[in-house]
C-alpha cells in the first residue's frame, strides 16, 4: 500500500477508519461542493450556456465548479483519464507537507496528522497553481486551471516560477479506498 499523510483540519478522522471512494463516489469534500451547488440549483457542470447562478457561488466553490467544468470540456483535458476532485480524499507526501497544507488554508490550530494508506489510483498535483486570486474571468484562470490539471509544476512556467516564491506544493489525490493509519502528531 501507498503511504501519505492528512492533516485533519477537520477533526472528522480516526484510526482504522476505511473510506470507500471509488465508481463515481463523493468524498466528503465533493458532498460539501456539491449541496452547495445545489442549494443554488445547479445541478451540473456545463459552459453552454453557463448557468447564472454561478456567479452567486462564494470564492471556493466558485473555483471547483471551473475546476470540475475545465477537466470534463476543455480540449486540452477532456480525453485525458482525470478524476474528479470531488470524487478524491486529500493527502501530501510528508508529515511537513500536512503541516504546510493546513498553514496554506489559514487554519490557526495545529491540526492532526494521520497516516494514510490506499491501493487506489492517485494523482499528484501542484496546488500551487491554484492559490492564485483571479477576476471572475475565464481568461484569468484558464492557463493555471489546465496546468494544474495537466500536473505542471509552478516551477516550469518561466515566466511564474520568478515570481512565485513558495515553489510548488504538491497533493495527492486519492480516487479509492482510503485506510486511515496512526495518528502521527
Known sequence: MKKFYHADVTGSLKEDMHIKLGNGSLSKFGQIYQARFRRLGINE???????????????????????????????????LDLVSRLNCFFAVESVENAYEYANRHGHKTKPTIYEVHTDGP???????WLDHQFTREFSAFEYYYRHYWLGKKIEEDQHLSAHEKRGSFIEVLISGDVYIGSRVE
Open 45 to 79: 457542470f456545463c459552459s453552454k450556456p453557463l448557468p447564472d447562478k454561478v456567479a452567486l457561488l462564494d470564492d471556493s466553490s466558485y473555483r471547483e465548479y471551473f475546476l470540475e467544468l475545465f477537466r470534463i470540456e476543455h480540449p486540452h483535458l477532456k480525453e
Open 122 to 128: 492517485i494523482m499528484k498535483l501542484d496546488m500551487t
